[in-house]
């Protein structure tokens, strides 16, 4: 029999040890589970030897595993520098996941941090974006809230702002304030209910939304105030209500995939924190009104 191992193969027997198991792999490959498993197979057969073996649920290399791991990792490097010298290297592709807040403004900057990937979005919550990423179905998640996660990085912080229609009134003394807030759990949901009340305004969720569009649609329809991240873009139809309580911003952090190269990391949240800051030095400027 032929005693070839494959690129192909050994890019799938590396990504399941950087993604931590075979559906993570699969999905940083963008493979079927079944085809990343025949790969390994292949190997095994090649070698005659086994690579990978049953632990439990899940599954661990084994000795002869660990030795072609090391060599195909040699192997995959010089195969992929090769092809780049002959300027006939395939780009990679690169899955960044955005909670909607500000997305429009962060998204277009981060990726031409990127220029040798071709870079894909993902839009989501930030529960459904941390379940994405522990299946590798992404390479990077922009999250709100604290840097918590071990893998996960500080970047800075959203500016946050209260925007209503044009022609809302603010309810008479004593009445709780309006909201439009997303579905919880929500970091700005949460932010704009605990800034009202620590400054004694009643409030109450008056209509929910899972999504940004349908938030925007609600406040224009004069439902109520939402609190937004916008980076003071200011929005079609909303005016800024200064004369509610100021918010504190929101914490912004990035997380890596499992496995993911550390210097494409490090390039995303460099280049987060660059951003964020270049706009909090724009601050002094008026918000631009729709």
Do not use: K
Request: aromatic fraction near 4%; charge should be neutral; proline fraction near 7%.
């Amino acid at each position: 029999m032929s005693r070839m191992l494959g690129i192909a193969p050994l890019r799938s027997f590396v990504a399941v040890a950087d993604c931590g198991g075979f559906q993570r792999a699969a999905a940083s490959l963008h493979l079927t589970q079944g085809a990343v498993s025949q790969h390994v197979r292949r190997l095994e057969a090649a070698l005659d030897r086994t690579l990978v073996e049953r632990d439990g649920r899940g599954s661990r290399f084994t000795a002869d595993g660990e030795a072609l791991l090391a060599r195909a990792r040699r192997i995959l490097a010089l195969h992929d520098e090769t092809l780049r010298e002959f300027g006939v290297a395939t780009e990679p592709t690169l899955v960044i996941g955005s909670t909607e807040h500000a997305a429009a403004q962060l998204l277009p900057e981060l990726a031409a941090c990127f220029p040798d990937h071709r870079v894909r979005f993902r839009i989501d919550r930030g529960a459904q974006l941390r379940t994405a990423l522990a299946e590798g179905r992404i390479d990077l998640a922009l999250l709100l809230g604290p840097a918590d996660e071990p893998d996960a990085r500080a970047v800075g912080e959203l500016e946050l702002t209260w925007y209503a229609a044009p022609g809302w009134t603010p309810p008479a003394a004593g009445d709780p304030v309006p909201l439009v807030a997303f579905d919880a759990p929500c970091a700005i949901r949460n932010r704009a209910l605990e800034t009202l009340a620590a400054h004694g305004v009643p409030a109450e969720v008056g209509c929910e939304a899972a999504h940004l569009a349908g938030m925007q649609a609600a406040v224009r329809a004069g439902l109520g105030v939402g609190l937004m991240a916008t980076l003071r873009q200011g929005l079609e139809g909303l005016v800024a209500r200064p004369d509610l309580p100021v918010p504190e911003p929101v914490a912004l952090a990035v997380r890596p995939r499992r496995g993911l190269s550390p210097t494409v990391a490090e390039g995303a949240a460099v280049a987060l924190a660059r951003l964020l800051a270049r706009t909090r030095g724009e601050l002094s400027r008026p918000l631009s009104r729709a």
